[in-house]
Nanobody, 121 residues
Framework: VQLQASGGGLVQAGGSLRLSCAAS????????MGWFRQAPGKEREFVAA????????EYTDSVKGRFTISRDNAKNTVYLRMNSLKPEDTAVYYC???????????????WGQGTLVTVSS
Protein backbone atom coordinates (compact mmCIF):
# COMPACT_ATOMS: atom_id res chain seq x y z
CA VAL A 1 0.00 0.00 0.00
CA GLN A 2 1.32 3.41 -0.95
CA LEU A 3 -0.03 6.45 0.87
CA GLN A 4 -0.07 10.09 -0.20
CA ALA A 5 -1.09 12.72 2.32
CA SER A 6 -2.23 16.19 1.35
CA GLY A 7 -4.19 19.18 2.60
CA GLY A 8 -1.77 20.75 5.03
CA GLY A 9 -1.11 24.45 5.15
CA LEU A 10 -1.03 27.60 7.24
CA VAL A 11 -4.15 28.47 9.20
CA GLN A 12 -4.96 30.85 12.03
CA ALA A 13 -5.88 29.56 15.45
CA GLY A 14 -9.54 28.62 15.52
CA GLY A 15 -9.55 27.73 11.87
CA SER A 16 -10.10 24.43 10.11
CA LEU A 17 -8.33 22.14 7.68
CA ARG A 18 -9.13 18.81 6.10
CA LEU A 19 -6.29 16.41 5.44
CA SER A 20 -6.62 13.65 2.89
CA CYS A 21 -4.65 10.48 2.43
CA ALA A 22 -5.00 8.65 -0.85
CA ALA A 23 -3.98 5.01 -0.97
CA SER A 24 -3.00 2.84 -3.87
CA UNK A 25 -3.87 -0.82 -4.11
CA UNK A 26 -7.06 -2.81 -3.95
CA UNK A 27 -6.63 -3.85 -0.32
CA UNK A 28 -7.20 -0.41 1.22
CA UNK A 29 -10.48 -1.46 2.79
CA UNK A 30 -8.69 -4.23 4.67
CA UNK A 31 -6.55 -1.84 6.67
CA UNK A 32 -6.99 0.22 9.76
CA MET A 33 -5.97 3.76 8.91
CA GLY A 34 -4.37 6.17 11.32
CA TRP A 35 -3.12 9.71 11.53
CA PHE A 36 -0.02 10.64 13.49
CA ARG A 37 1.81 13.92 13.91
CA GLN A 38 5.29 15.02 14.76
CA ALA A 39 6.17 18.48 15.99
CA PRO A 40 9.75 19.79 15.78
CA GLY A 41 11.90 18.21 18.45
CA LYS A 42 9.16 15.85 19.58
CA GLU A 43 8.35 12.22 19.05
CA ARG A 44 5.71 11.10 16.60
CA GLU A 45 2.38 10.88 18.37
CA PHE A 46 -0.93 9.20 17.65
CA VAL A 47 -3.81 11.44 16.60
CA ALA A 48 -6.65 9.23 15.38
CA ALA A 49 -7.47 5.85 13.85
CA UNK A 50 -10.41 4.32 12.04
CA UNK A 51 -11.31 0.69 11.51
CA UNK A 52 -11.51 -0.88 8.07
CA UNK A 53 -15.28 -0.43 7.96
CA UNK A 54 -15.29 3.02 9.48
CA UNK A 55 -17.44 1.79 12.32
CA UNK A 56 -14.85 2.30 15.02
CA UNK A 57 -12.66 5.31 15.70
CA GLU A 58 -10.12 6.31 18.29
CA TYR A 59 -8.67 9.71 19.16
CA THR A 60 -5.99 11.04 21.39
CA ASP A 61 -7.48 13.10 24.20
CA SER A 62 -6.10 16.43 22.99
CA VAL A 63 -8.09 16.31 19.73
CA LYS A 64 -11.35 14.77 20.90
CA GLY A 65 -14.29 16.95 19.93
CA ARG A 66 -12.17 18.93 17.46
CA PHE A 67 -10.88 16.36 14.95
CA THR A 68 -12.86 13.79 12.99
CA ILE A 69 -11.39 10.87 11.09
CA SER A 70 -13.37 9.30 8.27
CA ARG A 71 -12.76 7.13 5.25
CA ASP A 72 -14.21 6.45 1.84
CA ASN A 73 -13.26 2.94 0.78
CA ALA A 74 -14.65 3.48 -2.70
CA LYS A 75 -12.13 6.28 -3.17
CA ASN A 76 -9.30 4.61 -1.23
CA THR A 77 -9.06 7.74 0.88
CA VAL A 78 -8.98 8.58 4.57
CA TYR A 79 -9.64 12.07 5.88
CA LEU A 80 -8.89 14.06 9.00
CA ARG A 81 -11.15 17.01 9.55
CA MET A 82 -9.53 19.41 12.00
CA ASN A 83 -11.59 22.16 13.60
CA SER A 84 -10.78 24.73 16.28
CA LEU A 85 -7.11 24.41 15.51
CA LYS A 86 -4.59 25.51 18.12
CA PRO A 87 -0.94 26.52 17.76
CA GLU A 88 0.00 23.31 19.58
CA ASP A 89 -1.52 21.34 16.68
CA THR A 90 1.36 22.53 14.50
CA ALA A 91 3.18 19.48 13.19
CA VAL A 92 3.84 17.29 10.20
CA TYR A 93 0.87 14.97 9.90
CA TYR A 94 1.32 11.43 8.63
CA CYS A 95 -1.22 8.87 7.54
CA UNK A 96 -0.48 5.21 8.10
CA UNK A 97 -2.01 1.78 7.57
CA UNK A 98 -2.16 -1.13 9.97
CA UNK A 99 -3.86 -4.50 10.30
CA UNK A 100 -5.21 -3.84 13.80
CA UNK A 101 -6.47 -0.79 15.67
CA UNK A 102 -3.82 0.79 17.82
CA UNK A 103 -2.09 3.99 18.83
CA UNK A 104 1.51 2.90 18.59
CA UNK A 105 3.51 3.87 15.51
CA UNK A 106 5.11 0.44 15.67
CA UNK A 107 1.74 -1.12 14.84
CA UNK A 108 1.52 0.63 11.49
CA UNK A 109 3.18 -0.98 8.52
CA UNK A 110 2.76 1.60 5.76
CA TRP A 111 3.34 5.35 6.00
CA GLY A 112 2.68 8.37 3.85
CA GLN A 113 5.19 11.15 3.36
CA GLY A 114 3.58 13.69 5.69
CA THR A 115 1.92 17.06 5.22
CA LEU A 116 2.77 20.15 7.25
CA VAL A 117 0.11 21.91 9.29
CA THR A 118 1.03 25.26 10.78
CA VAL A 119 -1.36 27.03 13.12
CA SER A 120 -0.56 30.65 13.85
CA SER A 121 -1.66 32.39 17.03
Amino acid sequence: VQLQASGGGLVQAGGSLRLSCAASGRTFSSYVMGWFRQAPGKEREFVAAISWSGGSTEYTDSVKGRFTISRDNAKNTVYLRMNSLKPEDTAVYYCAAALLMGNSPASYRYWGQGTLVTVSS
